[in-house]
């Protein structure tokens, strides 16, 4: 297929080598990525429970947006640089993971609620923008926007479980944290993790091997 040519071009670019191979790189962007993505979910979520009616009352929904909002989209900026760049360095994995494309699709939707909430239901926010409870639409507009972004959160994981080369990184991070005497329970979340995923991996080899086993042969067996 032509977008699989594009992609393994890609992947071949001297940064995506770098950054895929480098002993450093793609270690440091998943962290830029991850701590911009939490900035961007945990800032939004502020004006999400406002809209809710279910935090920051005595504040106006404008004055809490105000505030709030440039740090969103300072760390929306640094999620999106940083993603670009991790991107390249797997380009065919994630391309043909179902968890990133429908990362994908939530961060649109999520768009389409914010740009309908902007245009439409924020043009009245003066009139209601000081009460303690907003309208109706307002609330529904926070708890979609809320759903989406916990579903973007959700899928990016996911991508992370359904990457081999995450566990390895997994691994070796909980085993450095003991090396450095890190506390236990830092390691054990690291070692957790790495141990889902070889465990989401092996299931997924197993499904993939019933899947495809001819007819009448138990699945791993090895023909002669």
Not at 195 to 212: D, K, N, V, Y
Request: proline residues 4%.
């Amino acid at each position: 297929m032509e977008i699989d040519t594009l992609l393994r071009a890609i992947e071949a670019t001297s940064i995506a080598t770098e950054i895929r191979e480098g002993e450093s790189s793609f270690p440091f962007l998943e962290c830029v990525h991850v701590l911009a993505v939490t900035l961007v979910v945990g800032s939004i979520s502020i004006v999400d429970l406002r809209l809710l009616g279910w935090a920051s009352l005595e504040r106006s929904v404008s004055r809490v947006a105000g505030s709030v909002l440039p740090v969103t989209w300072t760390a929306f900026a640094f999620a999106v640089l940083s993603g670009a760049l991790l991107f390249p360095s797997n380009a065919m994995l994630y391309a043909h993971n179902n968890w990133f494309l429908a990362k994908f699709a939530f961060i649109g939707l999520a768009g389409i609620n914010m740009f309908f909430f902007q245009t439409v239901i924020n043009r009245n926010v003066e009139t209601w923008g000081a009460s303690g409870m907003p309208p109706a639409a307002a609330r529904v507009a926070g708890a979609l926007s809320l759903l989406f972004w916990i579903a973007v959160i959700t899928c990016g994981r996911w991508v992370g479980f359904s990457l081999p080369r995450l566990v390895v990184l997994q691994i070796g991070i909980g085993v450095l944290n003991v090396l450095m005497g890190i506390p236990v329970w830092v390691s054990a979340v690291h070692l957790g993790n790495a141990a889902l995923m070889l465990a989401l991996t092996l299931i997924a080899a197993l499904r993939c091997a019933a899947a495809t086993a001819p007819e009448g042969v138990p699945a791993g067996a090895v023909a002669s």
